[in-house]
């Protein structure tokens, strides 16, 4: 979250999505080759960002950590990054609702700063007036830290000129706009859509429905690809899409899940195995 909460768990080093309750599937190992035939009328592949296609999270637990270390305080950073912690598990659902949500759609700022001038409220109250410098430290330092995973670009390489590619990321327009021109992944996409952009983010289904109407395809001719099961997984299915749920940490699908994904992957290279393409069409650069 960093202050720019996007649904996720309250432990910034939880992926979102995991869920501890439910039963292990016998097909939770990936894509069967039997799915492939179903997967080859997909026109247009859009992914997740954040968790998806770059490790947001281990940036932002970097980040928010040498934060809390050059601040000076009374207290440990662990001690800090436990208050932040327990401050993410009831502003992040503040933050959903008016009026800090018609703040945060725009800019990722004010949110950020009152989660940290909370946090040091609750640990240094002395020390709260270094909200709004610390805010700005803690988001230089996450987007300087934030990375692809390895695989990202080489996939991302085999997908173009075969989909279309799009990208759907929930979260404020300026971080999410940073994110993707600091990562260099602009240029892989012909369509982009940031919830601070349309006022409205995953799991509606008006987002999925405003990118297949994009490309005037059917809802089953487009694969959603990401980490969340209940924004990326639920969001995509409940508008008849496709869904691969990138699931690293082998949670397993909730018992009361209203729909299942079409496949659950460890990597980015298992949508190449869902589309069929070979692995050995990845580049090496």
Same mark, same amino acid.
């Given at each position: 979250?960093? #202050?720019?909460?996007?649904?996720?768990?309250?432990?910034?080093?939880?992926?979102? =999505?995991?869920?501890?309750? =439910?039963?292990?599937?016998?097909?939770?190992?990936?894509?069967?080759?039997?799915?492939?035939?179903?997967?080859?009328?997909?026109?247009?592949?859009? /992914?997740?960002?954040?968790?998806? *296609?770059?490790?947001?999270?281990?940036?932002?637990?970097?980040?928010?950590?040498?934060? /809390?270390?050059?601040?000076?305080?009374? !207290?440990?950073?662990?001690?800090?990054?436990?208050?932040?912690?327990? !401050?993410?598990?009831?502003?992040?659902?503040?933050?959903?609702?008016?009026?800090?949500?018609?703040?945060?759609?725009?800019?990722?700022?004010?949110?950020?700063?009152?989660?940290?001038?909370?946090?040091?409220?609750? %640990?240094?109250?002395?020390?709260?007036?270094?909200?709004?410098?610390?805010?700005?430290?803690?988001?230089?330092?996450?987007?300087?830290?934030?990375?692809?995973?390895?695989?990202?670009?080489? !996939?991302?390489?085999?997908?173009?000129?075969?989909?279309?590619?799009?990208?759907?990321?929930?979260?404020?327009?300026?971080?999410?706009?940073?994110?993707?021109?600091?990562?260099?992944?602009?240029?892989?996409?012909?369509?982009?859509?940031?919830? #601070?952009?349309?006022? %409205?983010?995953?799991?509606?289904?008006?987002? /999925?429905?405003?990118?297949?109407?994009?490309?005037?395809?059917?809802?089953?001719?487009?694969?959603?690809? #990401?980490?969340?099961?209940?924004?990326?997984?639920?969001?995509?299915?409940?508008?008849?899409?496709?869904?691969?749920?990138?699931?690293?940490?082998?949670?397993? !699908?909730?018992?009361?899940?209203? /729909?299942?994904?079409?496949?659950? %992957?460890?990597?980015?290279?298992?949508? *190449?195995?869902?589309? #069929?393409?070979?692995?050995?069409?990845?580049?090496?650069?």
């Amino acid at each position: 979250m960093g #202050g720019e909460p996007r649904g996720c768990t309250a432990n910034p080093g939880a992926r979102c =999505g995991s869920r501890p309750r =439910g039963r292990q599937r016998d097909d939770e190992r990936g894509p069967r080759r039997d799915e492939v035939a179903m997967s080859k009328d997909i026109q247009a592949v859009y /992914f997740d960002l954040d968790d998806t *296609l770059c490790a947001y999270w281990a940036a932002s637990r970097k980040a928010l950590r040498q934060t /809390f270390e050059e601040a000076h305080l009374p !207290v440990s950073a662990d001690d800090a990054m436990d208050a932040w912690r327990a !401050v993410f598990a009831t502003f992040s659902e503040e933050v959903r609702r008016d009026p800090w949500y018609r703040h945060y759609l725009e800019s990722g700022e004010p949110t950020r700063t009152e989660h940290l001038r909370r946090t040091l409220e609750r %640990i240094a109250p002395d020390h709260a007036h270094k909200a709004e410098p610390m805010s700005r430290r803690y988001a230089e330092l996450r987007l300087q830290y934030l990375e692809l995973f390895p695989d990202a670009k080489p !996939v991302l390489d085999a997908l173009r000129g075969k989909y279309r590619l799009g990208l759907i990321t929930n979260g404020p327009a300026d971080v999410q706009r940073s994110e993707i021109e600091t990562l260099g992944i602009e240029g892989y996409f012909d369509h982009i859509l940031i919830e #601070g952009e349309m006022q %409205i983010g995953k799991p509606a289904k008006e987002v /999925f429905e405003k990118a297949s109407s994009k490309w005037n395809c059917e809802p089953s001719q487009m694969l959603f690809v #990401g980490n969340s099961f209940d924004h990326d997984v639920l969001g995509a299915k409940s508008a008849g899409w496709q869904a691969l749920w990138m699931n690293k940490e082998g949670a397993p !699908v909730p018992d009361d899940a209203p /729909f299942q994904p079409d496949g659950i %992957i460890q990597d980015l290279c298992g949508v *190449l195995d869902y589309l #069929g393409i070979e692995r050995s069409s990845l580049s090496t650069r």
